[in-house]
């Protein structure tokens, strides 16, 4: 039965009266469908928790963080506190008395860059419990990954806190099936689980907007709104294009130098990622700019106003948007410790994503297809052959593997997404 079907028929049964309640039991049965969607960083935070005694979950809002550690919370004595609540900040008027107060439990924060001053009573709490054998998962904190949470935590909790990244939801996550609703969508789990593509869009619309013009300044930052979504929806035009900072410094009538911290600051939110090129020891002139992409397709959607498919395949920018599913998904599915790269020499011999994986001495090398039929490019092959990859994959739109010429295998995004999970 599909989600709308199931949407239908559970307020049907509800049978309920007005259009409050309605709405409610809506939205829970969406936090319920959310929730049956596996997130692949459950057993890492998990494994993170049973080994140090603080936990950072950082991630875009809305990404997921707080359904995840409420997942994990489920297994044992936890409180949750967020951050964002005057009642549960007032509870925290004398952090160190009321924390203690739960030292046998997880201590869940949520929005902890609301209160980064709080790492410096988590700091005496953990050691005071590393005294009396307390050492290991003590507190789960939530927040934004912006640059100054990451400052405070690593000054206050060096050597007691891991960071793991919570991203959007990615292809190996979603399956095969609602692989074009990620697609157009993008992955935060209230765009890809809407009622339509048009409520879909409008809660991506109104996400930007709050992010320009209230979480950004709480975060510091005094940054024009305007200013910043103009940035914003110039990377999305020129999704995975090498970054020309004089071009977009000259578009936005600021310098070079205000660019560069602008993009710092959407790279440090997790909004948009940096690529970075490969810097093999190769006897050829390579690019040296990094690739730049709006980390979900939906928010590039969004930017440039696409709200349904047949719009999106029409546009430009369908290329570059699907080239940055497949990188997001795939990047997101590596283990722990592997490093993402582009490769492209000034010829024009070119590699989409260049994966180093923990343990392996070569990388593997990716080349991107939205279409069924796949056709190996000269360029990737030049490409391999400066940089002798382990593995030679073509990522297409079908489901089939097989061979696609000497060394190269064409795979589906799924399944690359499962061995790499795998590895």
């Known amino acids: 039965m599909t989600e709308s079907m199931d949407s239908i028929a559970f307020l049907q049964h509800c049978a309920l009266r007005d259009e409050l309640s309605v709405l409610l039991a809506f939205l829970e049965l969406h936090s319920i469908i959310a929730r049956m969607i596996p997130r692949r960083l459950l057993p890492a935070l998990t494994a993170a928790l049973a080994e140090a005694p603080a936990v950072a979950l950082l991630g875009p809002r809305q990404a997921g963080k707080t359904t995840l550690a409420l997942e994990v919370a489920k297994a044992r004595p936890a409180v949750y506190l967020d951050l964002e609540s005057e009642a549960d900040r007032a509870k925290l ?49 939530l927040g934004s990954a912006s640059i100054d949470l990451l400052r405070q935590s690593s000054e206050s909790l060096a050597g007691r806190i891991r960071y793991l990244e919570l991203a959007p939801l990615d292809a190996g996550e979603v399956g095969r099936e609602r692989l074009d609703t990620l697609w157009l969508r993008g992955g935060f789990p209230e765009s890809l689980l809407a009622a339509s593509d048009a409520a879909s869009l409008r809660w991506r619309t109104d996400f930007i907007r709050t992010y320009l013009e209230r979480d950004i300044p709480q975060l510091g930052p005094r940054i024009p709104a305007e200013t910043l979504r103009r940035l914003w929806t110039m990377l999305a035009h020129q999704q995975g294009g090498l970054l020309n900072a004089a071009t977009l410094a000259r578009a936005l009538a600021v310098d070079g130098k205000t660019v560069a911290a602008y993009l710092d600051l959407l790279v440090d939110l997790l909004l948009v990622r940096r690529l970075s090129p490969w810097h093999g020891n190769i ?76 343990g392996h001495r070569r990388p593997w090398a990716i080349e991107i297809k939205r279409g069924l039929a796949p056709k190996l490019e000269r360029g990737f092959q030049l490409a391999c052959g400066a940089v002798r990859p382990e593995r030679r994959l073509v990522v297409y739109g079908g489901a089939e593997r097989f061979p696609l010429g000497e060394g190269v295998e064409a795979i589906s995004l799924i399944e690359l997404c499962e061995e790499l999970s795998a590895a």
């Open 93 to 141: 008027s004398e952090p160190e008395l009321y924390l203690s107060q739960h030292e046998n439990k997880l201590v869940i924060l949520d929005e902890i860059q609301r209160t980064p001053q709080l790492f410096r009573s988590l700091r005496g709490l953990i050691d005071a419990g590393r005294r009396r054998g307390r050492d290991k998962g003590r507190f789960l904190v």
């Open 283 to 358: 006897r050829k002139r390579l690019v040296k700019s990094p690739k730049v992409y709006v980390r979900d397709s939906g928010l590039v959607h969004a930017l440039l106003g696409i709200g349904e498919r047949e719009a999106l395949l029409a546009h430009p920018v369908a290329g570059g948007s699907w080239e940055g599913v497949a990188i997001e998904s795939l990047i997101a599915a590596a283990p722990s410790g592997a490093e993402a790269y582009f490769f492209r020499t000034s010829a024009g011999a070119e590699i989409d994503l260049l994966l180093k994986l923990p």
